[in-house]
């Protein structure tokens, strides 16, 4: 019997972020893939390692046993490979992004980059991303992660992903009727600048009742039945709904997630991590 790393990889994604859809998001890979690496690994354990419990996974007894093991394996494998992979570039870069890129990705990918590249230094700061270009002209960051509509991608820009938008809001409160309550990202929210000029052009009467600083907060509020928000198509659940007027608007913009670098000639530094987030991004989170 020979244990693929890859597949104990995928078994421990699945168990650790709670079903094969968020272990494809973790993973930055297809939910078939996911369940084709699970099936292979548990043919050639010749046992079933995860069990459906309702709409999650649980591991199974054997499941169960192989959890401690399968990281100890993993690790091993990732800690060989970052040592062989170690590189002499030097030098320091600055990265901003928005919200919209999972960070617990851009933190492996960051703490990857390195484990490759371990004479470097990162920043990373978190903002809206109607604040990182300008931080990019300023000379603030080098590089940036940021949403931005189509008219706004530039010749040396590189489109990551794109997304749908929808008008969403709780199942449980509708807000069929009255005076849109709006749910923002606060002052600088990218969405609210897209919102509020097609609320305007429909004669919709509009107000701000919550601003996040982040879409968890966001996704919370819109949840709670507090108001209507924009939001991507993969935040789409039991608990959020599409918001029934919303379908009457003019349609929403697709926006596009791209990475960008400050403007002049790139450190090599620079170049190596745009390149790492180009390869490890690019089209992994594409709604259609």
């Known amino acids: 019997m020979q244990l693929d790393v890859e597949s104990l990889r995928t078994f421990l994604a699945v168990l650790d972020h709670g079903g094969m859809t968020a272990a494809a998001n973790e993973l930055h890979t297809s ?21 459906r419990d309702g709409r999650s996974l ?5 499941g169960r046993n192989l959890i401690d093991d399968a990281r100890t394996i993993v690790a091993t494998h990732d800690r060989a490979a970052d040592r062989l992979q170690c590189s002499d570039l030097s030098g320091a870069v600055r990265i901003g ?7 617990s990705h851009m933190a492996n990918l960051l703490g990857q980059f390195k484990r490759h590249h371990p004479n470097t230094a990162v920043e990373f700061v978190i903002d809206a991303s109607q604040r990182l270009p300008a931080k990019l002209d300023r000379g603030e960051i080098d590089v940036a992660v940021f949403q931005i509509n189509e008219d ?20 449980c409160c509708p807000h069929e009727s009255g005076p849109v309550p709006m749910i923002t990202f606060g002052d600088d929210c990218f969405y609210q600048q897209l919102a509020e000029p097609i609320l305007d052009n429909a004669g919709l009467s509009h107000h701000v009742v919550f601003s996040g600083q982040s879409s968890s907060a966001v996704r919370a ?16 659940g039991d608990e959020m709904v599409s918001w029934e007027p919303g379908k009457h608007l003019d349609p929403l913009p697709r926006v596009f997630q791209v990475a960008r670098t400050a403007p002049g000639p790139r450190d090599p530094v620079v170049d190596a991590l745009f390149i790492a987030i180009v390869s490890t991004s690019s089209g992994d989170h594409t709604s259609e």
């Open 58 to 62: 649980r591991p199974s007894f054997d």
């Open 152 to 171: 706004e991608i530039l010749p040396g820009d590189e489109v990551l992903w794109t997304e749908d938008l929808h008008w969403m809001t709780s199942a």
């Open 97 to 103: 992004a928005d919200e919209e890129v999972a960070i």
């Open 221 to 236: 509020a819109v949840e709670a039945g507090l108001g209507v928000g924009l939001l991507s198509t993969r935040y789409v």
């Open 31 to 51: 939910q078939s893939a996911v369940s084709w690496k699970i099936k292979r690994l548990e043919e050639r354990v010749g046992r079933q390692l995860l069990v």
